[in-house]
């Protein structure tokens, strides 16, 4: 079985996986770093890219390298990586989502309202054929369990083709979430992010990581059925750059019906959410900038971002 598994892994790394990228797929433009690349000699810590280059890109937290764990890179034609997503397979669930907000590809061509009109008359949830079926989550699986489908990628955020905007409802894309959580401060956070943050005041590019918590049993809240993990904490790590300067903010919340909308009650440094959560953000920046940006203060952070 086990190596039935790994061949398994091993055709889908090769074959859906990875692909061709171009070395302005991988880096910050020009523009925004002024040269800068994610890879020198003084990152002791990025990603490896024998796999897949898009690795290497600055949304991507550190890839775990225990257990069987499955990365998937979803692309459209026209604006290429869509959001990438680290699966669990052994537990049935994702540990995050990773994406890019830029101008070009926070355009609208395509709404979430547009689905009304298809033939199935409503959102395309749907099982991600990147994972193998014995590891994936199902419809069934949300279905009478209480709890929302939560995206962590938004659709909101991908509403540049209806390619991307039917990819953000991959099922690898949620996690289950309470309703008066996913539609509340969770919600207001990615408002925030979307309609504040992601605009020329504040970027160039927004490099975003977010998930739940399913490493930890102590940060689990339960089980929906068929052993869905239920999360007890979610959270958010953001990375901006604007005229090649960089900052970051993270973000951590209780798992819990909440309408906050003050985010100054959730915010963390980036170095402060890696040892809650175990993961290792932006690893892919040069050391003197990851280090610079993740040991912000409070104060800082709420002064970079905007926020009281």
């Known amino acids: 079985m086990k190596a039935s598994w790994k061949s398994l892994l091993f055709l889908l790394l090769t074959l859906p996986l990875t692909f061709s990228c171009s070395e302005s797929d991988n880096l910050p433009k020009p523009k925004d770093d002024k040269g800068t690349t994610t890879n020198t000699n003084t990152n002791t810590n990025a990603n490896p890219t024998t796999d897949n280059t898009a690795y290497a890109r600055l949304e991507f937290p550190h890839i775990k390298t225990t257990g069987n764990n499955l990365v998937i890179v979803h692309s459209t034609s026209t604006y290429g990586i869509n959001y990438s997503v680290e699966w669990d397979c052994d537990k049935?669930?994702?540990?995050?989502?990773?994406?890019?907000?830029?101008?070009?590809?926070s355009v609208v061509n395509w709404q979430r309202s547009y689905w009304k009109n298809t033939s199935w008359g409503g959102d395309p949830f749907q099982e991600d054929t990147a994972i193998p079926e014995a590891y994936r989550?199902?419809?069934?699986?949300?279905?009478?369990?209480?709890?929302?489908?939560?995206?962590?990628?938004?659709s909101a955020d991908r509403q540049n083709s209806k390619d991307a905007?039917?990819?953000?409802?991959?099922?690898s894309n949620m996690q289950p979430q309470v309703n008066g959580f996913n539609a509340g401060v969770w919600a207001n956070m990615e408002n925030q992010l979307r309609n504040t943050w992601n605009t020329s005041t504040y970027r160039d590019i927004l490099y975003v990581c977010k998930g739940g918590t399913i490493d930890n049993a102590s940060q689990i809240a339960?089980?929906?059925?068929?052993?869905?993990?239920?999360?007890?904490?979610?959270?958010a790590a953001i990375?901006?750059?604007?005229?090649?300067?960089?900052?970051?903010?993270?973000?951590?919340?209780?798992?819990?019906?909440?309408?906050?909308?003050?985010?100054?009650?959730?915010?963390?440094?980036?170095?402060?959410?890696?040892?809650?959560?175990?993961?290792?953000?932006?690893?892919?920046?040069?050391?003197?900038?990851e280090d610079k940006v993740e040991s912000a203060t409070k104060a800082e952070m709420l002064s970079n971002w905007g926020l009281q």
């Not at 339960?222 to 959270?235: E, Q």
């Not at 970051?248 to 985010?263: C, Q, R, S, Y």
């Open 92 to 105: 049935k669930a994702q540990r995050w989502s990773c994406y890019e907000m830029d101008a070009s590809n």
């Open 137 to 154: 989550t199902t419809l069934a699986d949300y279905r009478g369990s209480g709890y929302d489908r939560g995206h962590i990628c938004p």
């Open 165 to 171: 905007n039917e990819q953000t409802f991959y099922l």
């Open 222 to 235: 339960g089980y929906a059925k068929n052993d869905l993990i239920v999360p007890k904490y979610f959270f």
């Open 239 to 289: 990375l901006a750059v604007k005229n090649g300067q960089y900052k970051a903010i993270g973000l951590w919340f209780e798992h819990k019906k909440n309408n906050d909308n003050v985010l100054s009650n959730y915010v963390v440094s980036i170095d402060e959410l890696e040892k809650l959560t175990g993961i290792d953000f932006f690893c892919n920046l040069p050391d003197s900038i």
